[in-house]
């Protein structure tokens, strides 16, 4: 049988962001009937091995019944303020960007850095334990040893997060293959050194989509396009952010935090929407179900989760 995730495969795109797009479901009963569905473009194929959450973040780990191979997928950012875990993922997650922190868990080049947020965002991921087998994602692994390349898939701060997880796996189990980061609408999560380990040994090439009209993959090494976004057609950035997002320049510029992308991606175009607010478009340019699920071409399902 074909193994899915593999560089370079046909099916890698559109699986990878459905399965990115049920790590925003509720809970651990929806994703696993959601990965029964024989509709959706993982085919009904992949059922649910691990679960767990925290107050931050969600994780899964599916296993594709034809070949064996594990995916696992981390949920991004929760966009209800309502929730605890909005304030969770932006304010201790996605925008702790200030000052990067050492890369100290192996393997790295000297050099390589990450953003505190993702460093935070990694210590929540390792220490979350599925409550019906009583693991972590390392003792699942260690129980459950993979022989094929496992991707990690993640989109916007779930693919930030993909893309220090599946490194920081590595290292513990360094004679597996490969732990593949798989991403979509991804903002930086490190500097040039680490973007250019990623590149060279976790293949992040191809994998990391993005929309070229997405605000959120010029987090943090573009932040001057956001105030140029739509601007050939509008909607216009809002005139009264320019100084915010000028200060968050200035102080990127200032901790000499050089934020990377890994590898030059695959660039997706989803068109903009001229009469609506810039707010409304750049939620809408960004969304996992409603924008990349169909520009990956996968087939369209409801995550039950709004704006997600």
Request: charged share 10%; hydrophobic share 45%; net charge negative.
């Amino acid at each position: 049988m074909t193994l899915v995730f593999t560089p370079g495969g046909d099916a890698v795109a559109a699986v990878g962001v459905t399965l990115a797009s049920m790590a925003y479901a509720a809970d651990r009963e929806t994703i696993a009937n959601l990965l029964a569905d024989a509709s959706l473009s993982t085919g009904g194929a992949w059922s649910l091995a691990w679960y767990a959450a925290d107050s931050a973040n969600q994780v899964y780990v599916a296993q594709d019944a034809s070949t064996g191979q594990y995916a696992i997928a981390i949920r991004g950012s929760i966009t209800d303020p309502h929730s605890e875990a909005f304030w969770d993922d932006w304010f201790k997650q996605d925008l702790r960007v200030f000052k990067m922190t050492d890369w100290t868990y192996g393997g790295a080049p000297d050099g390589a850095k990450i953003s505190n947020g993702s460093n935070d965002g990694l210590a929540s991921l390792i220490g979350l334990v599925d409550t019906s087998l009583n693991q972590t994602l390392q003792q699942f692994f260690a129980a459950n040893a993979p022989t094929q390349i496992t991707a990690v898939v993640g989109h916007s701060l779930g693919g930030a997060l993909a893309t220090v997880l599946a490194p920081w796996l590595q290292q513990q189990f360094s004679s597996a293959p490969m732990f593949w980061p798989v991403t979509y609408a991804g903002p930086t999560a490190g500097n040039a050194v680490f973007a250019g380990w990623l590149e060279s040994d976790y293949a992040m090439t191809t994998n990391r989509y993005f929309n070229v009209n997405d605000v959120v993959p010029h987090g943090w090494w573009d932040v001057d396009w956001i105030k140029s976004s739509f601007q050939s057609t509008g909607p216009y950035f809002p005139l009264e952010l320019v100084p915010f997002v000028d200060a968050i320049n200035e102080l990127l510029i200032h901790d000499g935090d050089d934020y990377t992308q890994p590898g030059a991606g695959t660039a997706l175009t989803n068109p903009v929407v001229v009469n609506i607010s810039w707010f409304a478009d750049a939620g809408d340019q960004h969304s996992c179900s409603g924008t990349y699920v169909p520009l990956c071409g996968a087939v369209s399902f409801n995550n039950g989760s709004s704006g997600n």
